[in-house]
């Protein structure tokens, strides 16, 4: 069991900046693929980036290539989205996510395949 807990949500103007971050207890984060996933309201969650257990790959979403960056530090099981150069349409409920599962890359796209969630931290991108 993994309880997952975002932080570093808010409003911020467009162009700006925030970091993420998800802190984990329970079990060791290295054993789990970790993932950001976002939902906006009438929308779907949808994929916004994630990161192998060692921290040596990642994805995006083509949305927000270029500008967000996912990292993790499994030394203080802690994951993090970098975002940058934020728009308006980045608003969302921005919510971690951790897998024990295996797939390929594009499995790892998909919330279903995901075990564990937090809460959700909002970001809000003021035009």
């Known amino acids: 069991q993994v309880q997952l807990v975002e932080s570093g949500g808010g409003l911020v103007q467009a162009g700006g900046s925030l970091r993420l971050s998800c802190a984990a207890s329970g079990r060791t984060l290295s054993s789990y693929v970790m993932g950001w996933f976002r939902q906006a309201p009438g929308k779907e969650r949808e994929f916004v980036a994630t990161i192998n257990r060692s921290g040596g790959i990642t994805t995006y979403a083509d949305s927000v290539k270029g500008r967000c960056t996912i990292a993790r530090d499994n030394a203080n099981n802690t994951v993090y989205l970098q975002m940058k150069s934020l728009k308006p349409e980045d608003t969302a409920v921005y919510y971690c996510?951790?897998?024990?599962?295996?797939?390929?890359?594009?499995?790892?796209?998909?919330?279903?395949?995901?075990?564990?969630w937090g809460q959700g931290t909002q970001v809000t991108v003021s035009s």
């Open positions: 996510a951790a897998t024990s599962q295996w797939g390929n890359t594009a499995f790892y796209y998909y919330p279903i395949n995901y075990d564990y």
